[in-house]
């Protein structure tokens, strides 16, 4: 099955950008998403990225993907405390409607 | 408001009883997923439905159950075979198409005493 890696933790000072990381075994991957997660609520959709692209900017999100590494990677620009919180890369493989999740990176904002 | 919802937001059960997980939504999607989530680590797929009548289990189905008799609604029972329980549940929906982008729930925070 596909296995998704990420960092547990990250940590950079309000205002500066953060990278968080995401890779992924296999190349068959349609679809790839970025949900972030705020304590004790569900997961709120980002972002998402096709197969086909190399880079989507949306407002301070860039989502950059590199398929000949199978690496995904999310960049915040002006990370702001609000921005704390974890965050999900997931992967669709083929027609089927399943996602496969990474195991998460917990982003901390310091002042 | 369209959304999804889940109720409750916490739920205690004692070993040995059988419990089931509200998850409803409006926003006329065809697809619904259940997930568990422990501390530290990613989703992992119980079960989903991509029509009315018809589920199939994920990664992690055994000790649960599911049904899916209305469009809007895919309640989960978390039995008592299920020999470790306490977990964090989210439940998602997608419409079918190419992205099949999932959007969830706020989840309900199972404990077992």
């Known amino acids: 099955g596909e296995d998704v890696e990420q960092s547990l933790f990250l940590s950079v000072r309000e205002g500066d950008s953060s990278v968080i990381n995401c890779t992924y075994t296999?190349?068959?991957?349609?679809?790839l998403y970025w949900y972030k997660q705020e304590p004790g609520a569900g997961l709120q959709l980002l972002t998402y990225i096709f197969s086909n692209m190399d880079m989507k900017q949306d407002q301070r999100l860039t989502v950059l993907l590199n398929k000949k590494d199978k690496h995904l990677s999310l960049r915040i620009a002006d990370t702001q405390t609000g921005d704390s919180a974890i965050y999900f890369c997931a992967l669709k493989t083929g027609t089927a409607s399943k996602l496969t999740f990474g195991t998460g990176t917990r982003l901390q904002v310091t002042l | 408001d369209g959304g999804i919802t889940q109720s409750p937001k916490y739920l205690f059960r004692k070993e040995g009883q059988n419990v089931t997980l509200s998850c409803e939504q409006n926003l006329n999607h065809d697809a619904m997923y259940w997930y568990r989530q422990d501390p530290g680590q990613g989703l992992r797929l119980i079960y989903y439905?991509?029509?009315?009548?018809?589920?199939q289990k994920g990664d992690i189905a055994e000790g649960y159950s599911v049904s899916r008799e209305k469009k809007e609604s895919f309640p989960l029972t978390v039995t008592s075979a299920q020999k470790n329980p306490t977990a964090f549940y989210l439940c998602?929906?997608?419409?079918?198409?190419?992205?099949?982008?999932?959007?969830f729930g706020p989840g309900t925070r199972l404990t077992v005493l």
């Open positions: 296999d190349s068959s991957s349609t679809y």
């Open positions: 998602a929906s997608s419409i079918r198409g190419a992205a099949d982008t999932q959007y």
């Open positions: 439905s991509q029509i009315v009548n018809d589920f």
